[in-house]
């Protein structure tokens, strides 16, 4: 019980520590209310068989646990939300809910585009010399490759 308490704790420091990182916690809160509408729609069999395991995923796997409890990995996802508009209340911003809005179709059924990995859905092509490219620090991949080079 002590173990649960801790966990559901530490998200809510970790909601906090992460809104303060990327500088706006209604980011934050939109992108838990989107897991964990996402997680809503997918059983995860393994982690129900495991519930030891939930204090490992963002959002509570198990189907069963819906609210705060004693026994919860988890706090209730509207609950770290609601904290998080609170600290953009304290921050100064703007904390309007976002509407919540049904998923208009299962992403299953949804034609995906193939992406880089899926060679044979795309027709061949010339190969081109590859272009270096700067990194993400700025550096140029054809050029010095250290302080002492």
Not at 86 to 113: I, V
Request: hydrophobic share 30%; charged share 25%; aromatic share 4%.
């Amino acid at each position: 019980i002590v173990q649960m308490a801790v966990s559901r704790t530490r998200e809510y420091e970790a909601d906090r520590r992460g809104a303060e990182i990327c500088g706006n916690p209604l980011w934050l809160a939109s992108a838990l209310d989107k897991i964990a509408r996402g997680a809503e729609r997918i059983r995860n069999p393994d982690a129900e068989r495991n519930p030891a395991t939930a204090h490992l995923f963002i959002i509570n796997p198990l189907h069963g646990e819906r609210m705060d409890s004693l026994f919860s990995t988890h706090p209730n996802t509207d609950n770290r939300i609601a904290a998080l508009q609170e600290m953009a209340r304290e921050m100064g911003g703007r904390a309007a809910q976002a509407p919540r809005q049904a998923p208009t179709s299962d992403p299953a059924d949804d034609e995906q585009t193939p992406g880089p990995w899926d060679q044979a859905a795309r027709p061949e092509q010339p190969a081109q010399p590859a272009k270096p490219r700067p990194n993400p620090w700025g550096r140029n991949p054809t050029g010095p490759k250290g302080p002492w080079s």
